[in-house]
């Protein structure tokens, strides 16, 4: 049986004067899942379907029977589910809880419309970063809460509150009556900063690389055909700029995107990071990156493409087996896990908010840890990799996204 802290009854108590539909906005490890479990329990529900990301199935199930929940038959299952061609459960509940509710942040996905054939007269929504981009994905949710408060469809809320490309209409550039807005969104919500849980600090540390002089020959190289590729001001789009930035990206983190086997700067920088006896988790948003590294030195792997049994075998290698002291992730491990065995987190590669930073250190740095958690973000000097560190700096607050202008500083053009 759990008790509940403090913090975790004065959100439950919120959901109630909400009639059980509101959104749980926590930092990582506030124990969001122990607020929805109690919630379940106080509404006097019966049946509820638990719906969260895939490499956090088994840790749910494993919380529903640490916290001793025999009124309510709960299921849990991921989002991937949603989108099965035949039905895997049924659509009646008396209540939904939306994991990482984020997943569901864009209303044109085909997971937001499976979603909403779920029917519930309790909504419960958990997440640690709810609008990660910007300022309207907080729409999808909200009208999961309140169908037609903000407009009929997403269509019409667009069209009364937000500023959009003249170009590109799909592109929302800004708000009407932002702080109006705000207040809406508001009032569906209960923060919850990890202050609560007098966790020990954070240290960060950032750690330049500098290229050698024939990385950066290459480097300049594949820079410059990047600029003759967006030359044209036709091509000049987002989807066609962040091609390129990734391209950038791929050759200062790992020359074997590109074929070569040399081990080049970067990497040289974190093999001298993998010290012995420390569990270590190292975060790239490249899978691809995951796994070569994975080959090299060991360890645990966690990546979007393994089955539901091999993420949880590698998760509890990595918490059981002393002698494997690296988890290597990319984002299928940077939400939803409890991973406070690890004391140091290794940023590779950079994810694009700031949000998912934060996501990715409330692994080890949640309830329950202890010792300080060293956080290491390596960075690669004069490059793309630098900008977009200084644009992640610059846009902390969570209705801040990457804009094109923001692209297109990224590539200096």
């Excluded at 059981?320 to 002291?325: E, I, K, T």
């Excluded at 896990?337 to 994810?351: D, G, V």
């Excluded at 998912?356 to 956080?375: D, I, P």
């Amino acid at each position: 049986m759990v008790e509940l802290m403090n913090h975790q009854r004065e959100a439950v108590n919120w959901l109630e004067s909400k009639e059980w539909r509101s959104l749980i906005y926590g930092d990582p490890g506030v124990g969001k899942s122990f607020i929805a479990l109690e919630a379940l329990r106080r509404s006097g529900a019966k049946t509820a379907l638990v719906l969260t990301v895939a490499s956090a199935v088994t840790q749910w199930r494993e919380e529903i029977e640490r916290f001793g929940l025999s009124s309510c038959a709960v299921t849990v299952t991921n989002y991937e589910k949603l989108l099965s061609s035949k039905p895997l459960f049924p659509l009646l509940w008396d209540a939904v809880i939306a994991d990482e509710s984020e997943k569901i942040k864009n209303p044109q996905s085909k997971t937001y419309k499976h979603f909403l054939k779920l029917q519930a007269p309790i909504r419960i929504a958990l997440s640690g970063s709810p609008a990660p981009n910007a300022l309207h994905e907080l729409w999808s949710v909200v009208s999961w809460f309140s169908p037609g408060i903000l407009g009929k469809n997403f269509y019409s809320f667009r069209a009364a509150h937000c500023l959009v490309n003249p170009f590109i209409p799909q592109q929302i550039t800004g708000y009407r009556d932002k702080e109006k807005l705000l207040q809406t969104f508001q009032q569906f919500y209960f923060r919850i900063t990890d202050d609560v849980l007098n966790l020990p600090e954070a240290k960060r540390r950032i750690i330049n690389v500098s290229l050698t002089e024939e990385e950066r020959v290459i480097y300049k190289k594949i820079h410059q055909e990047s600029m003759v590729r967006l030359n044209d001001g036709r091509t000049l789009t987002i989807p066609n700029m962040l091609s390129e930035i990734v391209r950038l990206l791929q050759w200062v983190n790992d020359p074997r995107e590109f074929g070569i086997e040399k081990a080049n700067s970067k990497q040289l920088a974190l093999r001298g990071l993998l010290l012995p006896q420390v569990k270590t988790i190292i975060f790239s948003d490249f899978a691809s990156i995951c796994k070569r590294n994975h080959a090299l030195y060991g360890g645990a792997l966690l990546v979007g493409e393994l089955s539901a049994k091999r993420r949880q075998e590698e998760i509890e290698r990595f918490k059981h087996d002393p002698v494997c002291l690296w988890l290597w992730g990319s984002a299928a491990g940077s939400l939803g896990l409890n991973l406070q065995i690890a004391k140091r987190i290794i940023h590779y590669s950079l994810p694009w908010t700031n949000a998912r930073l934060r996501q990715r250190l409330g692994r080890s740095r949640r309830y329950g840890q202890t010792k300080e958690v060293e956080e290491i973000i390596l960075l690669v000097k004069d490059t793309v990799e630098e900008k977009i560190w200084g644009i992640i700096e610059r846009k902390k607050d969570l209705e801040l996204k990457m804009t094109r202008r923001d692209y297109k500083e990224s590539l200096e053009l």
